[in-house]
């Protein structure tokens, strides 16, 4: 008889529960978060140091765009596991449902989390996702840009677009996923007016649409025209 056929059999661990699964996924996000929320301005500023080269080089926006379906964020309770381009999807369809699809609105929905391809580059996930809280403050009133924020896809994709969007779309990149009640009392007469114009609407596409049930009726490639009737050929990422 061989070694193989007397060695005992190991039995396989229990596949775990739709509970337990959840509960992973909840410490998971959890952790994350925490550890993002720890930032300082000292880890601000090595990470912008750190991105100011480039990434990948020099790449075509609509190939970020397609990049999207490989990025899952690990803290967004809402979508659990749904891809970061069918959450881009989800936003345009319930624009296009209620009249709304710009081709302003259409661009910012596109290329809003396109920092987001940094979860493939083996970066930290709590230097890419989760939300956004000032960590050093101006005086009141004195603007956004006078105030450190916690670092993440926003601060990214707004370091590669800022060059050649508007200057509102461009401050939602950056700005999208902001507490509003932890800066408001910072914000400058422009950081108000773009609050009204662009995050709030916006807001209501980017967080109400999330849902892992949510399929939306509509093809990536139909919206290609879109990024690049608005952004040049090539970036560097």
């Known amino acids: 008889m061989s070694n193989d056929a007397q060695a005992p059999r190991r039995s396989a661990p229990p596949i775990p529960s739709p509970q337990e699964l959840t509960d992973i996924y909840v410490r998971r996000a959890n952790e994350i978060e925490a550890r993002h929320n720890a930032q300082t301005a000292d880890t601000v500023a090595a990470l912008r140091d750190k991105y100011a080269a480039p990434v990948l080089g020099r790449v075509s926006p609509w190939s970020l765009v397609e990049k999207l379906a490989e990025c899952i964020d690990p803290t967004d309770h809402k979508l659990t596991g749904v891809s970061q381009q069918m959450h881009v999807l989800q936003i345009i369809d ?12 259409l661009l910012v929905a596109l290329v809003h989390d396109i920092g987001k391809v940094l979860l493939l580059t083996g970066e930290a996930p709590e230097n890419v996702v989760c939300m956004n809280r ?10 956004l840009d006078n105030c450190v924020f916690q670092w993440n896809h926003d601060e990214f994709a707004y370091s590669r677009l800022k060059d050649y969007l508007p200057n509102g779309l461009a401050w939602l990149v950056r700005c999208h996923s902001i507490l509003p009640a932890t800066c408001e009392t910072y914000m400058d007469a422009r950081d108000r007016e773009y609050r009204q114009r662009y995050l709030r609407p916006f807001a209501r596409y980017d967080h109400g649409t999330k849902s892992p049930w949510y399929l939306p009726q509509r093809r990536l490639r139909d919206y290609r025209r879109i990024v690049e009737r608005a952004l040049p050929t090539s970036i560097v990422i």
């Open 134 to 143: 000032p960590i050093t403050f101006c005086a009141p009133g004195g603007g």
């Open 94 to 105: 319930a624009m296009e449902a209620e009249g709304t699809a710009t081709e302003e609105w």
